[in-house]
């Protein structure tokens, strides 16, 4: 299924891991090492070198001007907000079906985030509710829309251009939520350059992930370059140690950027496969299971390859059964988490059905076609 070269395994009917990443640990370690022995040689271990040099590869991937390494995704989202100014009486528009973080970050900074309802085929925030959740906050008059957050769900590309579109004519800046699609595209252009700021996650099991906790901000706009910098540092400028803003310590550290510059001479490579991995799952599960969408021209980052169905809770129990790995991603809607009970209450169906129906199957770059062959078969024998 691939031109890459898959690693030596055996597997014999059984167990098929979720994540496996001693795989790719293996194939790049000689790298890994020795790009990690050169920062415990120089010994610069916060903003060294390797950060400066990951931060320009990455920019140039995305085709950006900025890219700036910071500590975690979490935290990427945060310092944007606190870079657009965003604070208390301020509404930031959220999907309501992704992970916690994403309102979580809009919390951080006593803002409101306002639940958007997602696409029931792409999983992506829904432009059209979005358009309603605006017009419902305007009409309140209690928030002001200042920005809205996209997330590119399981690696794929949300619909920018619907939303881009919405956000021009209310005011509002795009806030891309990139943290598991680095590597995907739509058209022309690369996740990290479709919206006005676009923040990713390098958490171990990313696409491009490091060994520890690590993200990045990417932007095409200076002046929000420059707050992050100075954000990301105690609100430090340069090396002085006066703070301009209130900041918090928000630096990738070094050893990680070293591990990125590694896994980056892998990645392109990587994102093939788990696009053929995908097409394989697609055509065996067509008309069986119900899967995410992906619009002609897109390429997601499959960070996640996810399934839906109604008797999700059978399957997955048959899936524990046979050995092979699956996960809920995720079991709640953000607008059912109590620490979001406070959040604008609106409808939200589409992201409560997939709360109850998603999950999430095997995907990596080192599975191999055996492995592939063998969720399929098991799934496939289970649901008929």
Request: proline share 6%.
């Amino acid at each position: 299924m691939s031109s890459q070269p898959r690693p030596a395994v055996t597997v014999a009917p059984g167990r098929v891991a979720f994540f496996d990443l001693q795989r790719q640990q293996r194939r790049i370690h000689d790298d890994v090492r020795a790009r990690m022995d050169a920062v415990l040689n120089h010994g610069q271990f916060i903003l060294g070198p390797e950060v400066e040099q990951l931060e320009q590869k990455l920019a140039a991937y995305a085709a950006v001007p900025h890219a700036i390494g910071v500590s975690s995704g979490r935290d990427a989202l945060m310092i944007g907000l606190m870079a657009l100014g965003i604070g208390p009486g301020d509404a930031v528009f959220v999907p309501a079906f992704t992970f916690a973080a994403t309102a979580g970050a809009v919390c951080s900074v006593q803002a409101t985030p306002v639940f958007v309802d997602v696409d029931p085929d792409t999983f992506n925030m829904d432009p059209a509710d979005l358009e309603r959740a605006v017009a419902e906050v305007l009409a309140a008059g209690e928030l002001k829309p200042r920005a809205v957050m996209p997330v590119d769900l399981y690696g794929l590309p949300a619909d920018y251009e619907a939303i881009g579109a919405i956000a021009v004519r209310h005011g509002l800046t795009v806030f891309s939520d990139a943290a598991q699609s680095f590597g995907g595209r739509a058209g022309n252009s690369r996740v990290g350059g479709m919206a006005t700021i676009s923040a990713t996650s390098f958490y171990p099991t990313k696409p491009l992930g490091c060994y520890g906790d690590g993200g990045a901000i990417l932007t095409d706009d200076d002046a929000i370059a420059d707050a992050v910098r100075t954000l990301r540092s105690h609100g430090r400028q340069g090396t002085g140690d006066v703070a301009v803003r209130n900041g918090i310590t928000g630096r990738l550290d070094t050893l990680q950027a070293a591990i990125l510059l590694a896994k980056l001479t892998i990645f392109d490579d990587e994102l093939i496969r788990r696009d053929e991995i995908a097409k394989a799952y697609d055509a065996a599960f067509k008309g069986v299971l119900g899967v995410q969408k992906r619009p002609a021209g897109t390429l997601s980052a499959n960070a996640l390859y996810t399934v839906t169905f109604d008797g999700r809770d059978r399957l997955k129990a048959e899936l524990d059964a046979n050995g092979i790995g699956n996960a809920l991603f995720y079991r709640l809607a953000l607008h059912q988490h109590p620490a979001f009970a406070e959040a604008p209450k609106r409808p939200l169906p589409v992201s409560e059905r997939l709360a109850n129906t998603v999950l999430s199957l095997p995907m990596n770059p080192d599975l191999t076609n055996d492995e592939v062959a063998r969720v399929i078969e098991v799934v496939r024998n289970f649901v008929g």
